[in-house]
């Protein structure tokens, strides 16, 4: 199978993220996203968001909204939008027509029995495949069961051949179907399990890739058999490796570990979250960016590593602290204004703080040291008498700060620490921060004054 992406013959893509909203996303659901939404903004393709709600008792409302909030925040803005709970109509034509072809069949085991029929298979030495007896039925024997109270629950019945494809991120991969259980598309109660309602929602919105994790890639193949037999062409497909934990262990929406929403409560960074979802696990280094566009043009389906990736919470932290030191005044500007940070000081605070912060909310504090009150931290009387005297007129600039210590050094004898530190404290009341020299002006010399007389 050709991808024409890269064969040439060029088809805008279209392309899908398809959570349950049965919990809140977390980075690894992210990366699935974005890669997805990269690999459609980079070919001038469409990026659905489709909501798989068919299971009515976990999902909910409260949840797929905080799905769309969490991708917003991401800045992953969907071409089109829709829930599969809208769509039972489309899934019910499709088993209809199946069982018209004879690839949907009724079944009346129960799991009893068939995990009893599975162990001695394997007690035999044969592999643990459904044996497909509930073909041999008759009809009055499915009349007799029915009678009993029995429902079916139904198997799409595989070709017995091998099915191959070219993954974007895995190379030629091959499935042996003869060697699978005819998977259960539709419970007993009626209600239809993943498999189909998703192949017909890819086949009816024109999806042209399936970027996705690498664990569903045993799924492919009959997903593939079931494309053909409602007579559909497959898809591309890409599996991408997974996020594990630090410790290893996979990542999990339902409980809650590495949230987007909690990602966003503790203050780190959208780009960082969006570049370490993205680029953790291949060969393009993790890196602070400037923008979602810039991190789309380092997207590359084919760095990808097939190993899983290891994301590392501090590592994060440290990327989130990097780009958000590496932020312009107008990238932030917003975000200054909502803190009520305005006015000619609202950029110079930005430029002179910004790579003091370990969050983004932290610049409120600096704020309040050049425009609030701070709790004062005395200097002996001496030096507190002979700083206040030193104290240059204004205006001032960034030679402020080297003129007054200077002329301070002289009337004390003081130097190093002994002379700066007092300052800082009694100034900001912080150990360290920002350079004196560019903070200096913007708190002003009233408030200086002030403060050295606290």
Excluded at 25 to 48: E, M, P, Q, S, V
Excluded at 80 to 87: A, H, L, V, Y
Aim: glycine residues 8%; aromatic residues 8%; contains cysteine.
């Amino acid at each position: 199978m050709t991808d024409p992406l890269t064969s040439g013959d060029f088809v805008a893509p279209v392309v899908r993220f398809a959570p349950s909203p049965t919990g809140r996303i977390h980075i690894g659901n992210a990366r699935t996203a974005l890669l997805n939404y990269f690999f459609a903004r980079k070919h001038g393709g469409t990026f659905i968001l489709r909501f798989d709600d068919t299971d009515a008792e976990r999902s909910t409302e409260e949840y797929a909204l905080g799905i769309e909030v969490d991708l917003a925040w991401l800045g992953v803005e969907p071409d089109r939008k829709f829930r599969q709970s809208e769509r039972f109509a489309l899934y019910d034509a499709a088993a209809e027509q199946l069982k018209r072809d004879g690839r949907l069949y009724p079944c009346y085991e129960t799991q009893e029995e068939l995990e009893r029929r599975r162990r001695l298979q394997i007690a035999r030495g044969a592999p643990p495949v459904y044996d497909r007896a509930a073909l041999k039925m008759s009809e009055a024997e499915r009349a007799a069961l029915e009678a009993e109270g029995r429902r079916p629950h139904w198997r799409f019945k595989l070709e017995p051949e091998t099915v191959y494809w070219r993954d974007l991120v895995r190379g030629e991969c091959h499935i042996d179907c003869a060697s699978l259980s005819d998977p259960v598309l539709i419970r007993e109660d009626g209600s239809y399990l993943y498999t189909l309602p998703s192949v017909v929602d890819d086949h009816d919105s024109g999806v042209t890739h399936i970027i996705r994790g690498e664990d569903h890639v045993t799924n492919t193949a009959v997903q593939i058999q079931l494309f053909e037999a409602l007579g559909g062409r497959a898809p591309h497909f890409a599996h991408h490796n997974l996020l594990i934990g630090a410790d290893g262990q996979g990542l999990s929406k339902r409980t809650g570990a590495l949230s987007i929403a909690g990602l966003r409560e503790v203050g780190i960074e959208t780009l960082a979250v969006a570049a370490m979802a993205a680029l953790t696990g291949s060969s393009i280094a993790v890196q602070p960016v400037h923008s979602l566009p810039e991190l789309a043009g380092l997207f590359d389906l084919s760095a990808i590593s097939h190993s899983s990736a290891r994301f590392d919470g501090e590592e994060l932290k440290a990327l989130s602290q990097r780009v958000l030191h590496g932020l312009g005044y107008e990238a932030v500007r917003d975000r200054l204004e909502a803190l009520d940070i305005v006015g000619h000081k609202a950029e110079p605070l930005w430029l002179c703080a910004r790579g003091n912060l370990e969050i983004f909310a932290d610049i409120a504090d600096w704020w309040a040291v050049v425009e609030g009150d701070i709790a004062p931290h005395g200097l002996d009387a001496e030096f507190a008498r002979a700083a206040a005297e030193n104290l240059p007129p204004e205006p001032w600039d960034e030679a402020t700060w080297g003129a007054w210590t200077s002329a301070l050094k002289q009337a004390t004898g003081r130097k190093g620490r002994d002379l700066f530190h007092p300052l800082r404290l009694a100034l900001t009341g912080r150990e360290a921060g920002p350079e004196l020299a560019k903070l200096l002006p913007l708190i002003g010399r009233p408030r200086a004054l002030a403060r050295l007389s606290a």
